[in-house]
């Protein structure tokens, strides 16, 4: 009896992933090989049947408190959403029983020239017409206790900057001098792991070695035997694309003890 009432007194909190997409799968199965009890949400019909096919137990996203209430009590969610501008207050209203909340969010309220990124670094202005909604959201959260993860590029063995080289798809955003940083989907999923010991707390978090743009994709094609883009003016290119940012994680690192499994884009993107 002793030893049943010790294993029930360490078992972790039912874990919820609001909003299964890569990012929030790679979550999902990292607490799920851990042994936790992992519940899903998707707003389609579809990726919500791909999910259950992978064994995920899966409910519809909550829209409303009262719903979010119903699904989250007493659990660790995880937002991993991009925000719309009403369901994340709606949400968060709801998570005041919550064990612990994390959120997801992105680099990109920094300016795109923002240069060294680190947890010191305020965001002053939004950069662009999306990161108000994304303040907005990490702001309703963290009204709650919630930690924030601002990350930049996620990428993995089918996604990220490789892939779109390999594929002949990219062009290299004018000369490609702008750094850029990167995080592995499976690095993401142990800061956001991690974070559950932590309360509102805002962590920028990001592999340890930002390279200039030009500089990966070179290696890139050395690596996979590719030939290298051509270049495009910069004006040209998605947004994320004409950033110059550079993160520095320790302070996440450090605080959560985390040891990342890809510390460079080497370690990820080899061939």
Known sequence: METFTSSVRKRKPTMVVLGCGYAGE???RQA??????????????????????????????PSSATEA?????????????????????????????????????????YPLDAGLV????AVMIAPSPRAPARLAAEAAYRAQGANVLRAPGIYGPDRGLHVRVVRGDHRIPGDGARFLSRIHVEDLATFVLASERTRGETFVVGDAEPA??????????????????????????????????????????RVLGVTLRYPTYREGMRA
């Open 212 to 253: 200039r743009h030009i500089d990966v994709v070179r290696w890139i094609c050395r690596e996979h035997g590719v030939p290298e883009p051509p270049s495009v003016p910069l004006e040209t290119v998605h947004e994320t694309l004409r950033g110059d940012r550079r993160v520095e994680a320790s302070r996440a690192l």
């Open 69 to 109: 209430a119903t699904l989250c009590r007493g659990a660790f969610v995880v937002v991993a959403f991009p925000p719309d501008g009403t369901t994340d207050q709606a949400i968060a209203d709801g998570l005041v029983a919550a064990s612990g909340i994390t959120y997801l969010s992105t680099t990109g309220v």
């Open 26 to 28: 790679a979550v999902a």
């Open 32 to 61: 799920r090989d851990e042994g936790r009890e992992v519940v899903v949400t998707s707003r389609r019909a579809e990726r919500s049947a791909e999910l259950a096919g992978r064994g995920f137990r899966v409910e519809a996203t």
């Open 118 to 121: 680190d947890d010191d670094v």
